[in-house]
Antibody, heavy 115, light 106 residues
Framework: QVQLKESGPVLVQASETLSLTCTISGFSLTNYGVIWVRQSPGRGLEWMGIIWGDGNTDYNSALKSRLSINRDTSKTQVFLKMNSLQTDDTAIYYC?????????WGQGVMVTVSS | DIQMTQSPSLLSASVGDRVTFSCKASQNIYKYLNWYQQKLGEAPKLLIYYTNSLQTGIPSRFSGSGSGTDFTLTISSLQPEDIATYYCYQYNSGNTFGAGTKLELK
């Protein structure tokens, strides 16, 4: 069955870089895109970016300068890196399958940015 | 950027009620709109895609309608397990979620 699971540090210092991994199973990264979405009380649900099945990426224009999404198809993993973290980047970070209509979601990982 | 406005922000209803959620886009998004349900402590769950297509496994009491800038999600007969926050999401130009409507039992 289709599954996604986020992993990474739960506490990051301000100004540092966040690195998260989304490990998938039950589908191929070459056939589906994977998106990253974050959720916080202040921002609500925010679409961050996508890596498409062909490996191309699109990013939220507000985050583009400090965000990158990559993948390792052999390891069935998708990676998010975001630099220059601030306290308002504190959020639950989700990965999900799909571009147009993300259908399967991971459980999310809560990341706190400490000053 | 396209803004998505959901109303109301809080909705109170009784079991068995017909419940309607509204979502308005700041510009024409044709039918490129999904609805998600999120229960406390869980990830969002896809209910409806492309305005009115029911996701596999979702009960038929959920339905969606609309086009252009105005969209609606309807629960025909509210069940206790439907208590959650509901979000619309557009993917016509960029990708944007609404702020959500929290559904509570009256």
């Amino acid at each position: 069955q289709v599954q996604l699971k986020e992993s990474g540090p739960v506490l990051v210092q301000a100004s540092e870089t966040l690195s998260l991994t989304c490990t998938i199973s039950g589908f191929s990264l070459t056939n589906y895109g994977v998106i990253w979405v974050r959720q916080s009380p202040g921002r609500g649900l925010e679409w961050m970016g996508i890596i498409w099945g062909d490996g191309n990426t699109d990013y939220n224009s507000a985050l583009k300068s400090r965000l990158s999404i990559n993948r390792d198809t052999s390891k069935t993993q998708v990676f998010l890196k975001m630099n220059s973290l601030q306290t308002d980047d504190t959020a639950i970070y989700y990965c999900a399958r799909g571009g147009g209509y993300p259908d399967y979601w991971g459980q999310g990982v809560m990341v706190t940015v400490s000053s | 950027d396209i803004q998505m406005t959901q109303s109301p922000s809080l909705l109170s209803a009784s079991v068995g009620d017909r419940v309607t959620f509204s979502c308005k886009a700041s510009q024409n998004i044709y039918k490129y709109l999904n609805w998600y349900q999120q229960k406390l402590g869980e990830a969002p769950k896809l209910l409806i895609y492309y305005t009115n297509s029911l996701q596999t496994g979702i009960p038929s009491r959920f339905s969606g309608s609309g086009s252009g800038t105005d969209f609606t999600l309807t629960i025909s007969s509210l069940q206790p397990e439907d208590i959650a926050t509901y979000y619309c999401y557009q993917y016509n130009s960029g990708n944007t979620f609404g702020a959500g409507t929290k559904l509570e039992l009256k």
